[in-house]
Nanobody
Framework: QVQLVESGGGLQQAGGSLRLSCAVSGRIFSTYGMGWFRQAPGKEREFVATINSSGGATYYANSVKGRFTISRDNAKNTMYLQMNSLKPEDTAIYYC?????????????????WGQGTQVTVSS
């Protein structure tokens, strides 16, 4: 397993932007598929975006497509989530996750390692 630490959350007005980062320990980050998930109060955790080990393949939830961009820098052992045109319904705790094998996934049960989460709050 690897250790993951999210940062970059905070309070933002609707229409604004935030960039989340996920720093990953270890020298094998480049072999992991990565994902972002979120959990709003009273709701189940949901998939947001995923990226494969090389960064060449990405996939997004319909609710964020066109507004959010997932990326990674394997030299810095870091994954990012650029969030633009934020909406109040984007308010949630955002988690990054890692899975061995290189492929991303929309299924949270397939990820072995998780960060502690970072709060994103979007005001109307």
């Amino acid at each position: 397993q690897v250790q993951l630490v999210e940062s970059g959350g905070g309070l933002q007005q609707a229409g604004g932007s935030l960039r989340l980062s996920c720093a990953v320990s270890g020298r094998i980050f480049s072999t992991y598929g990565m994902g972002w998930f979120r959990q709003a109060p009273g709701k189940e955790r949901e998939f947001v975006a995923t990226i494969n080990s090389s960064g060449g393949a990405t996939y997004y939830a319909n609710s964020v497509k066109g507004r959010f961009t997932i990326s990674r820098d394997n030299a810095k052992n870091t994954m990012y989530l650029q969030m633009n045109s934020l909406k109040p319904e984007d308010t949630a705790i955002y988690y990054c996750a890692a899975r061995a094998g290189g492929r991303g996934s929309i299924t949270d049960a397939l990820y072995e390692s998780w960060g502690q989460g970072t709060q994103v709050t979007v005001s109307s």
